[in-house]
């Protein structure tokens, strides 16, 4: 099976070593470069590698030492985070039918969360036309755009059904005292109520991606036979392989976060470039349906 190279070049970094720059490999768009043919998005890819390389991106001066770490984050596809895609897709597919749009060779395609890059093509099914992702992470984001993650949509549907305010707890002295503090069923300050009793929730699609770390670093020696007055260093790479195993990525999607740097005392970190090299050996793909 193929080894795919993904490459992220020139990440600036702030001077105190913190970072957070995120990119998005896009596996289905680059097996379907590779294989030149449409390679759908809404499928379990199974990974059974992931090669990771740092080095300077060239010129004449390179740095003589470097590291970056961070993580490497997908969403592994649950048989809840499943049912909420294929909700989803069905709901895009019926959108696309009213509106008369032929389906042939259409690939449903969604990003990762609003922390990271579109994917090219993304879906979108509202008027504003703003994108899907898999998730929405930020709180904080008005309701219409929270509703773009497919996995919140799923679950704000299950909190709906299970969480009634007109069927709070009944009042009662069995020997553990009085279930809340006040007899009020307004008040807010209950041992327990109807919302929060449980720690899990049946059918529920985790909203938090899986995450591998990482941490990549060089140094570099001179080479002498480069014709260079000592300034040109030949960079000696360190390689990481990131899975002991198998492991299965939902739609294809990886976030690269890189969220520290450390570069050596002659570097400027406000004009520092970086070239990661991600090479990923993908083992199979199966549709999600």
């Not at 070593?17 to 998005?41: E, F, N, P, V």
């Not at 970056?68 to 897709?89: H, I, V």
């Not at 008369?100 to 890059?117: A, S, T, W």
Request: hydrophobic letters at 40%; charged letters at 20%; aromatic letters at 8%.
């Amino acid at each position: 099976m193929p080894l795919l190279r993904y490459q992220a070049e020139n990440f600036t970094m702030d001077g105190d070593g913190a970072t957070s720059q995120k990119r998005i490999i896009d596996l289905s768009a680059m097996l379907s470069a590779h294989y030149g043919r449409l390679i759908r998005q809404g499928q379990v890819f199974m990974i059974r590698g992931v090669h990771m390389r740092l080095r300077n991106p060239g010129g004449i001066v390179q740095d003589e030492a470097m590291a970056l770490s961070g993580q490497l984050e997908f969403f592994q596809p649950t048989g809840n985070r499943k049912r909420a895609w294929k909700a989803a897709f069905r709901a895009v597919q019926n959108h696309r039918r009213l509106l008369g749009i032929k389906q042939d060779n259409y690939d449903f395609r969604v990003g990762l969360n609003e922390e990271y890059p579109l994917v090219a093509f993304n879906a979108w099914i509202n008027e504003e036309q703003d994108p899907l992702r898999l998730a929405m992470t930020d709180d904080t984001l008005l309701n219409n755009t929270h509703h773009m993650g497919i996995f919140n949509v799923h679950n704000e549907g299950i909190e709906g059904q299970r969480f009634l305010t007109e069927n709070q707890p009944v009042v009662s002295n069995n020997g553990f005292g009085t279930p809340f503090l006040t007899a009020s069923a307004t008040d807010e300050d209950y041992d327990f109520t109807t919302e929060e009793d449980s720690f899990f929730i049946e059918g529920w699609a985790h909203e938090s991606t899986e995450s591998l770390p990482w941490q990549l670093q060089f140094t570099s020696v001179v080479d002498s036979g480069s014709g260079v007055d000592g300034d040109a260093f030949a960079v000696t790479p360190s390689v990481h392989v990131s899975l002991p195993e198998s492991v299965p990525i939902m739609c294809g999607l990886i976030g690269v976060h890189v969220d520290t740097t450390l570069v050596d005392d002659n570097e400027n970190p406000l004009s520092m470039e970086a070239t990661l090299e991600v090479t990923i050996d993908v083992e199979r793909w199966s549709p999600l349906i």
